[in-house]
């Protein structure tokens, strides 16, 4: 058991009481923190045609324990050249430096067309 679970123990709340009972907040801090990492990605992504900056997205999803998370993608055809290169086109590598940037929170972070 974590320490964290030990604390709702003692506090004799679960996990899910407190998604139910501070849902519109957790939501509204999850956006909030989506909108500062889109913000900057945007702000970091090269703009040769314009295409790939105008083309994200955002997902509210669930992770695999039911916590809110917002997924960013990019759209762009090309994203994953921008991401990782090609033989003509050196990596841009914007959506690890910007999950690096994070604390590596950006690991909901995915790019391309899905």
């Known amino acids: 058991m974590s320490d964290f679970d030990d604390a709702l123990e003692i506090l004799g709340v679960t996990e899910a009481e407190i998604f139910e009972s501070e849902a519109d907040r957790i939501d509204d801090a999850v956006d909030k923190k989506a909108d500062q990492v889109m913000n900057k990605w945007r702000s970091r992504s090269p703009e040769d045609s314009g295409d790939y900056k105008d083309k994200f997205q955002t997902r509210p999803l669930h992770d695999p324990e039911g916590r809110p998370v917002t997924r960013i ?23 690890a430096k910007i999950a690096e940037d994070f604390g590596n929170e950006g690991r909901y972070i995915v790019e391309g067309a899905e």
């Open 73 to 95: 993608t990019n759209m762009s055809r090309h994203a994953h050249i921008v991401e990782y290169g090609s033989d003509k086109q050196h990596a841009h590598g914007v959506r």
